[in-house]
């Protein structure tokens, strides 16, 4: 899949009363990638290493239809130095939820409430993190489907 296409158009079909746009990165190199898996104990969805080979991570940008505010809202979808980074927190917190943290691989975030996107160990389901709840919830099917849905607006949490 060229992911970079996909999100450009899924991205495009937002109507806001600003304009948010993806940023890209250089790709993760696919020993960096393995290196993460070994670390953390978990093979990433063909999708997700798809995703990181073709861009390290996937951010927004958000400029004001006046033009007058620019804003950089880091990484919607982590980088591999992040998804670690967040996974082992995750991992080591002791806490309680509904899926066991050893199971999850989280790989972004809505930049809202604590929340976080994360797939499941050999699943292709996307969940989203409510640490309020202490609960995952399923949201998507799948990446594509899940990063159409929620960069078009389709998909809220």
């Known amino acids: 899949m060229d992911w970079l296409e996909h999100i450009k158009s899924a991205n495009a079909t937002t109507q806001t009363e600003y304009d948010a746009k993806p940023v890209f990165f250089s790709p993760a190199p696919q020993s960096e990638i393995v290196e993460a898996e070994s670390r953390l104990g978990s093979k990433f969805s063909h999708d997700l290493c798809?995703?990181?080979?073709?861009?390290?991570?996937?951010?927004?940008?958000?400029?004001?239809?006046?033009?007058?505010?620019?804003?950089?809202?880091?990484?919607?979808?982590?980088?591999?130095?992040?998804?670690?980074?967040?996974?082992?927190?995750?991992?080591?917190?002791?806490?309680?939820?509904?899926?066991?943290?050893g199971e999850m691989i989280f790989f972004g975030t809505p930049h809202t409430d604590g929340i976080y996107f994360a797939e499941r160990k050999n699943e292709n389901t996307i969940y989203a993190w409510y640490?309020?709840?202490?609960?995952?919830?399923?949201?998507?099917?799948?990446?594509?489907?899940?990063?159409?849905?929620?960069?078009?607006?389709?998909?809220?949490?």
């Open 50 to 101: 798809d995703l990181l080979c073709q861009t390290n991570g996937v951010g927004e940008e958000m400029t004001f239809q006046n033009g007058i505010s620019a804003s950089d809202l880091g990484f919607f979808v982590f980088n591999v130095q992040e998804i670690i980074e967040v996974t082992d927190y995750y991992r080591h917190s002791g806490l309680a939820t509904n899926i066991d943290f």
């Open 131 to 157: 640490p309020s709840e202490l609960e995952f919830r399923s949201i998507s099917p799948n990446l594509p489907s899940f990063i159409s849905d929620w960069l078009s607006g389709n998909l809220s949490i």
